[in-house]
């Protein structure tokens, strides 16, 4: 068989560059290969299975390589990927932090506004993994499939279980195609459990800092969740982007901040007057006004203060040290929970290798790239996705 255009992978980068490929090119005739049983079962997990598939404040600046996102971005903005979603018939939403959203709050109305136009366009899609891939006069896909140009979309090695497993890195060896290392991103981060283990479950608001021998890394506000492991939460997924940047992990740091609105002197002022107007409190409950009460509890014991005494007991100095575990908690890091949990890969194609205003390979002719397969990531809030939707775009154009 022969088509005009083969897209390699399935997932939202690969139905939005078939739809669109076909858009751009009415006469030209394409094909999807997709090695699990239905197409985009990736799309279905996002967001807690609501979708988060774009964010209006994207820039550049929110990737791990602005200059090369430069030309996608501005020529695919969120509110055009908005327009693309509006012409399927999908209607969107976004909060106050621009996350945006299908209006049904469904990742299923995602898939199927992708589905239901593949199927009008006249999409094929072939349930069957590309093994192997050449290129003679045309491309060759398992021997027996010839395409004219070939669209290379199939992420990375996050989430195998869903279609992500680093095939698509393995079928471009023939083309000796460079990849920069792999590191699971957007993940949970292991660390030494003897504190974070008694709190499983308990969720604070703050800053981590990731350092290695004290040197800065990089850092991320928002929520963090303790775990029987470590870290999970919006701010441990972004933080762990940076965690690429350490080179032992036994050097590697995290520094914890409960209290990232309020300088050391305002938080000092606040609990001495605190103590001295409730010296009757139990200590147990002395920082239940500013952290969960098991959190409290724990830092208290952390500091070596008898929970059942009175609050009036406290120090000067204990309380300097209370302060001291609020804003600079230290957590020793063992590692990640893998790509099994995470929702990006962080590297891929070598960008060197790829034309930035048309995602071709720099390489081979009419072979392109765009998506999760590519080193270009970003933080939790659809940033991810605004780039696998703008990126399939780009390559959908077919320049080059």
């Known amino acids: 068989m022969f088509f005009d255009v083969a897209i390699i992978g399935g997932g939202m980068s690969g139905l939005v560059s078939a739809i669109e490929v076909k858009r751009n090119y009415p006469e030209k005739s394409v094909v999807i290969f997709e090695k699990l049983d239905r197409v985009g079962k990736k799309i279905l997990a996002t967001g807690n299975g609501r979708c988060n598939l774009d964010n209006l404040t994207a820039t550049k600046e929110d990737y791990n390589s602005p200059s090369f996102v430069s030309f996608t971005l501005e020529k695919y903005t969120p509110e055009s990927n908005l327009d693309f979603w509006k012409s399927l018939g999908l209607l969107t939403v976004a909060d106050s932090e621009g996350r945006v ?24 899609i072939i349930f069957e993994k590309a093994e192997k891939l050449d290129k003679k006069d045309v491309f060759i896909i398992n021997n027996n499939i010839k395409a004219e140009k070939v669209i290379v979309c199939c992420g990375g090695c996050s989430s195998p279980s869903q279609g992500s497993d680093g095939s698509g890195f393995r079928l471009l060896k023939t083309f000796r195609c460079r990849n920069t290392p792999l590191y699971p991103s957007l993940v949970q981060i292991t660390t030494d459990t003897r504190f974070t283990k008694p709190l499983k479950g308990v969720r604070v608001k703050g800053r981590l800092t990731l350092t290695e ?16 492991y470590g870290l999970s939460g919006i701010a441990t997924m972004d933080l762990s982007r940076f965690l690429r940047k350490v080179s032992d992990i036994q050097n590697a740091r995290i520094y914890l901040d409960m209290a990232c609105d309020m300088e050391e002197k305002e938080l000092l002022s606040y609990l001495v007057s605190h103590r001295n107007k409730n010296s009757h409190l139990e200590c147990e409950n002395f920082l239940s006004g500013i952290l969960p009460k098991a959190m409290g509890k724990t830092i208290m014991k952390k500091c070596g203060i008898f929970l059942g005494d009175e609050a009036g007991k406290l120090t000067d100095k204990d309380i300097k040290n209370i302060i001291e575990n609020i804003k600079n908690l230290e957590l020793k890091v063992t590692g990640t929970k893998g790509f099994e949990f995470s929702q990006v890969t962080s590297g891929g194609i070598d960008l060197k290798e790829v034309d930035k205003f048309t995602m071709m390979s720099e390489r081979v002719n009419d072979l392109y790239f765009c998506g999760e397969i590519l080193d270009v990531d970003s933080r939790c809030g659809g940033f991810n996705l605004h780039w696998a939707v703008s990126s399939a775009r780009l390559a959908a154009e077919l320049k080059g």
Do not use: M, Q, W
């Open 101 to 124: 959203y299908p209006r049904s709050n469904s990742a299923s109305s995602v898939l199927d506004a992708l589905r239901f136009e593949t199927e009008k366009l006249g999409i094929k």
């Open 213 to 228: 021998k004290e040197k800065f890394i990089g850092k991320a506000d928002g929520e963090i969740l303790f775990a029987d």
